[in-house]
Structure formats: C-alpha cells, structure tokens
DNA sequence: TTGGACCGACCGACTGGACGGTTTGTTAGC
DNA sequence: GCTAACAAACCGTCCAGTCGGTCGGTCCAA
C-alpha cells in the first residue's frame, strides 16, 4: 500500500502529524465514498467535510482547492489500483503476460465489493489538465510494463480495453453477465500463451517511478 | 436514421412545426457539440441556447428540464449509434457474429472524426435514474440482438467491453496504439469463426421495439 | 377573403439556492 | 509564543428554473 506519500522532504513526525495524516486519510476515503455510493454529482466540498467528521475549512487546510483534492483522490484510487495488480503479480509465475493477467484479474475484482473504490472521475478528464496528465502518466507506466510483459501488445490491449469496459460497466450499475467467467478464463488464456513477438530487453525495469499524488502544478499540502 | 421522433398522435403539420422540429434538433447537436468540445462542465442551458441560437426559455420550452434534455440527448446519440450499427450489419454477411462483427466496427469508429459524437454522458449515470433505465433497455435491446447472433456469449461479451474500453479511451483523449488494427483483426476473427453453440431460435427477431426517447417519466415537450 | 380569436414558439429579466473559496478566530503541540 | 490544525461565519458567483410577455402562424365564421 502506498499510504505514506512519497517521502516528505521536510518529514515532520509527532502526535500532532499523525492525526493530520489521519484525517488527510479520512477525507481521501469520503471522496471516495460518496462517488461511489451518491455519484460524482454529489461530491461537494461541505459533503466530503460531513462525511469526513471535519469542517469544510479543515478540507480546504489539506487541499486548497476542489480540483486539488479531486486530483489527490484519483491519484490514491489508481495508486491502490497498481499496488493490486502488483500483488495479484506476484502470485502468478514469472511467464510471459503475467503482468497483463494480473491486471485483469484486479479488472475483474471491480465486480466485487471492493467496486466501492473505482472512483468515477471520468466527468472530470476533459475539463481538468491535471487530471488529464494524471491519466496520460498512468497510461505511460503501464505501456512501460507491457513492453517488459512479453506478450503481443494487441492482446495487451485487448485486455485494457476489456479491463476498461468492466470498470464502466461496474460503474454504471451493471452486474457479471453469465458467460463472464467464460470470457475472463478465454482472455487469461490468451495472455497466457506466450504468442510474443520476442522478449524486449528487459534493461531499465522499474525504471520509470511512480508519480503519486506529487504534481508539479498542484500541491496538496500546505501552502 | 430515427430522426422522426416516433408518429406524434396529433400529429401537426405546417412551417411553424417543421421550424419546432429543427430548433429542436439544433439544441440536441449542440449539446453534443459542447459536450465533446468543451467537457461535461461546460454544459449549462445558458450555454445550449447561446451555441443553437435560440433564448434560454426557448431551450426549456422544448426540453422542461436539464434533465430532460440530457436523457433526450443521451438517447438521440444511442440512438444514432445503433442506427450505425445497423448499418454496418447490413454490409457483412449473413453469418453467425455478424452483429457483434458490426457493434466492433461501429465502436471503433469512435476514433475517428465522429468520436465528436460519442457524448460524455457518464458523470450522470448514477444521479438520473431515467439515465439509468435508459442505458438498462439500450443493454437490453444489445442482449437480445446477441441471442439472435448465433455466437459464443462470451466473445460478444468481450467485444462489448472493448468496445466500451475504446469509447473510454476516445472520451479520454487517447489516441490509437500501435497494435490497434491487428487487435481489432483478432476481435473479428474470434467473432466471424463460428465457435457458436448453435444458433438459437430466430423467432421474435426485432420483437424488442426501440424506445428512443419516449419515456414514461419524462415528457421532452409541451406541458 | 378577411378579420379576429386562439395557440404554440420563443424571448429575456429575474430569483433563489447551491457551492467554491476566503477570512477571521480558536486551540493545542513543539 | 509561534506555528500548524482546524472551526465557522461569510461572500460572490454561477446556474437551473420561473414567469410575464411578444410575435407569427392557423383556423374558423361571416
């Protein structure tokens, strides 16, 4: 889990910055819930402060804009989203195309419970650069892992795009058709086979970093 | 194309309806317009009745609501999709999957110039629940042409969600990946092959009317 | 055919509420 | 006592929806 954003320069530590980080957690958390269970229209600043057990200026403390704290809570909701993909990762054995199981399978779990947390921020690409960065980025760091992946980068994108359609689908309410599991199971085999185009070299893994909440153009914290 | 909005019982006639009639489709193209140029923010009645031309009373004298006017709106452009789709089909042959062959085409589409028609319409799926039914019997009418299709649900289903992936993407601003037409090529290939499981009965084809934008609960005209 | 009654299409000023952001105060830790 | 972490009242703007009104067709009776 990527909880602690990205190591603060100036590291403050203490009661006092704990509970700020605390409540920085809760806020993020309320964004969150509220998308999810209310929809995107709903999120207001006064709304999230309710939800959150502070006072709106206490939001506005943490994040000194709306678009600042939208920003930062899609920035944790892909973050949490990477860090599943990696884990799912890691239970697969090190073949071509595990990279791109893994992130269908997480795909899949946006049927699940944990659905609560695809955030649906997709009302805000167009009309927020930031966020439009944020996502072209995301998309980098994933082309980055397919290309060490292995594995023929039109399945890879077959299963983006699939991975995608699932979270619309979730999003707008709709429930597992019964040829889902079927259709996972097709896909997983695709990417299983190693149908490659050859192994690409390998050099420089994990040598793009991960952005995090940390923009140039939009600080979260302070002033 | 179902331009003709389903015979109005009284139905009028006359320069001053055909002159309603093209107001009408003014507001609706320029929803659409602003929507895709400008974002799903930027998309007020002021705004709407400034882009067609015509005074703010005059956009609500046609569409009652905001509401009214994004689930007319929503609708014209489902509509429009599945006349294209229709379209297409009618230039495959008569084999098993040649619906979904067509659906993928009509998606893929979306990258090209008409993408300006694919409407961000997202953001409301939660908060307007007319939107929701909307985008149920459009999901319907999707499931009931499949059945007739001949082919393996599951591949319908993964097209189905690649295409969503795709109009995702478009929405977002992306542009096509490299291995994008060798990606489709294999999506049609999967779906022209007869992996079926029979073709089920194709009694009742076209039972399931279009709805458009008639809706029970939501007059788009007069008072 | 004509004149008046009627109606739908459309205009635009206005209102009331919602909401993002600011400012000023208060408390507690270091 | 200085600063960070809040609280709460407040302000200005934006925007959906209302409402009284105008104007050009359409229809019908004389």
Same mark, same amino acid.
């Given at each position: 889990?990527?909880?602690?954003? @990205? /190591?603060?320069? *100036? %590291?403050?530590?203490? =009661? ?11 806020? $993020? ?67 071509? @195309? /595990?990279?791109? *199981? %893994?992130?269908?399978? =997480? ?11 695809? $955030? ?72 299983? %086979? ?30």
């Amino acid at each position: 889990m990527s909880t602690e954003r @990205g /190591a603060d320069p *100036r %590291a403050r530590v203490g =009661a006092a910055a704990r509970q700020a980080e605390a409540t920085k957690e809760a806020i $993020l958390q309320s964004v969150a819930r509220i998308v999810s269970e209310e929809g995107a229209d709903a999120l207001t600043i006064d709304e999230v402060a309710k939800s959150a057990a502070v006072s709106k200026g206490g939001v506005l403390h943490h994040f000194p804009s709306k678009e600042a704290l939208l920003l930062a809570a899609f920035a944790h909701n892909l973050d949490s989203f990477e860090d599943e993909v990696a884990r799912l990762e890691r239970e697969d054995p090190d073949t071509p @195309g /595990a990279y791109t *199981r %893994a992130y269908l399978r =997480a795909c899949v779990e946006c049927f699940g419970p944990s659905r609560d947390d695809c $955030l649906a921020f997709l009302h805000q690409f167009r009309s927020i650069p930031s966020t439009v960065r944020l996502v072209r980025s995301y998309k980098e760091r994933w082309m980055h892992r397919v290309e060490q992946d292995g594995l023929n980068p039109a399945i890879a994108n077959m299963v983006r795009y699939v991975g995608d359609g699932i979270w619309l689908a979730s999003t707008a309410g709709e429930t597992k058709p019964a040829s889902f599991d079927e259709m996972v199971e097709r896909l997983l085999r695709l990417a299983g %086979a190693a149908e490659s185009g050859g192994r690409q070299d390998t050099a420089g893994a994990a040598a793009m970093p991960k952005q995090g909440v940390q923009n140039d153009d939009l600080e979260t914290d302070g002033r």
